[in-house]
């Protein structure tokens, strides 16, 4: 079993940053792609950004440019600068780690989600 622990969200003021930090543990052989999503009330979750196994990333283009996926495979942890952050950046934002478990099992987990207000 993988669990993840979110922290990092709160209230921040328009052109402000935030970190978001996401840390994976349990039963954990390798992790491939981690992401970030989010969901803002009465819409679909998005994809915010991903990074894989080799440091490879992706960005929604709402975000590009503004935000930055990281990892660090040591501590089985993702991270998201969020710089230059809009009021419609406001959601609650999820972590997902893709991987293998000890047993060779594939596991897709999701993090409790933080909240990341951006208001004046």
């Known amino acids: 079993q993988v669990q993840l622990v979110e922290s990092g969200g709160g209230l921040v003021q328009p052109g402000g940053s935030l970190r978001l930090s996401c840390a994976a543990s349990g039963s954990i052989f390798s992790i491939n792609v981690m992401a970030w999503y989010r969901q803002a009330p009465g819409s679909r979750r998005e994809l915010v950004a991903s990074i894989s196994s080799s440091c490879s990333t992706s960005y929604a283009d709402s975000v590009e440019g503004r935000f930055t996926i990281s990892r660090d495979n040591a501590k089985n942890s993702v991270y998201l600068q969020m710089n230059s952050l809009k009021p419609e950046d406001t959601a609650v934002y999820y972590c997902?780690?893709?991987?293998?478990?000890?047993?060779?099992?594939?596991?897709?987990?999701w993090g409790q989600g933080t909240q990341v207000t951006v208001s004046s």
């Open positions: 997902n780690v893709d991987g293998l478990t000890l047993l060779r099992a594939r596991f897709n987990s």
